[in-house]
């Protein structure tokens, strides 16, 4: 699988310099939000061959989220687009449940980040558009299992895949825009999905807010008895400046 992230990105750089080329005088425009992804987890993890199931929802995520940062930006040129985000947090699971029956706490530092380019092309509507991108995906994983009477277990892992993003734009009225981001991707991990479905509020013609709720999926099937089969999810509020 990993031989496929060098050949979409070649793809994607031959592809991104044609349309450069035709867009040499347009104007940049974009956008750059701050937000917060309350975000919780829930699936299984094996750690070192210990094997855990995760359930932190929205009621747990005060107690069990340390620290938590995002940004989207999104850089336009004609049709040209460049896309891209970074999250960071820091959950620890408190009790999780174990095959043995034994007590044990999951604790999971996640940095994740996400680049892509591609074109735009028009909606089916009036002022609709679709952003349709190639890019790539890391997830930096350090998975720390501590289970009472047995041990601690660490697992600190990086994994790259290569990702389709589709971004739709879908004007409700002059101030409300429904625009979700969806993508799907392969490489160092078994597959990688995601489904935000999000709104935009334009407050003014530079600031707006975004609400919506995001879930990031992971299928990794890891080597020396390490897995992941889980996803992260949860509410997203953002407030950012728009060019």
Do not use: C
Not at 2 to 16: D, E, K, S
Not at 43 to 61: K, M, R, S, W, Y
């Amino acid at each position: 699988m990993r031989t496929i992230i060098p050949t979409v990105i070649v793809a994607g750089v031959a592809t991104i310099g044609s349309v450069w080329f035709s867009t040499a005088h347009a104007q940049w425009s974009g956008e750059i939000t701050p937000y917060l992804w309350a975000a919780g987890i829930d699936g299984d993890a094996t750690v070192q061959g210990n094997d855990v199931e995760i359930d932190v929802g929205f009621d747990d995520l005060l107690d069990n989220t340390d620290l938590a940062g995002s940004v989207l930006g999104v850089l336009r040129r004609d049709r040209l687009v460049f896309w891209g985000q970074v999250d960071y947090f820091s959950l620890s699971t408190g009790a999780v449940d174990t095959p043995s029956g034994a007590s044990a706490e999951l604790e999971t530092d996640s940095v994740i980040w996400t680049l892509a380019a591609g074109y735009q092309f028009d909606g089916w509507m009036p002022g609709q558009h679709v952003d349709v991108m190639l890019g790539a995906r890391q997830l930096s994983l350090d998975n720390e299992l501590s289970i009472s009477g047995v041990g601690t277990f660490t697992r600190d892992k990086d994994y790259t895949d290569a990702v389709v993003v589709v971004r739709p734009s879908l004007p409700i009225n002059e101030r409300w825009l429904f625009n979700p981001t969806l993508s799907f991707g392969t490489g160092d991990s078994d597959s990688t999905w995601e489904l935000w479905p999000q709104f935009q509020y334009k407050i003014t013609d530079t600031w707006a807010a975004r609400i919506g709720y995001r879930r990031l999926h992971y299928d990794i099937e890891g080597d020396a008895g390490n897995e992941f089969d889980a996803a992260f999810h949860g509410l997203v509020v953002g407030f950012g400046g728009l060019f």
